[in-house]
């Protein structure tokens, strides 16, 4: 299946589909319209959270608001990296 958008990606609800994206994509150039906000609703579910922080932590791309879900999912290794970061500032 072809998609034109990031939007029509998640829209599509193929978790496989969203995660290889997530992979493969330029996501700092915004291939596809790729957008942070776009996928907040999305990890709120944990096992989302912790495959898109993997694969983020991989490619060494960083969102802080993402990050932030560490909290609601008590993840001590993600919820680490958010205040390293703010020591960092």
Do not use: C, P
């Amino acid at each position: 299946m072809s998609f034109e958008t990031f939007r029509d990606i998640l829209a599509s609800g193929d978790k496989e589909a969203i995660l290889k994206f997530i992979r493969e994509a330029n996501l700092v150039a915004g291939d596809k319209g790729f957008n942070f906000s776009d996928m907040y609703w999305l990890v709120a579910d944990k096992d989302m959270f912790k495959e898109i922080t993997n694969i983020l932590r991989q490619r060494r791309i960083f969102d802080g608001l993402l990050w932030n879900y560490s909290l609601e999912h008590k993840d001590e290794q993600t919820l680490r990296e958010v205040l390293q970061k703010h020591t960092e500032i």
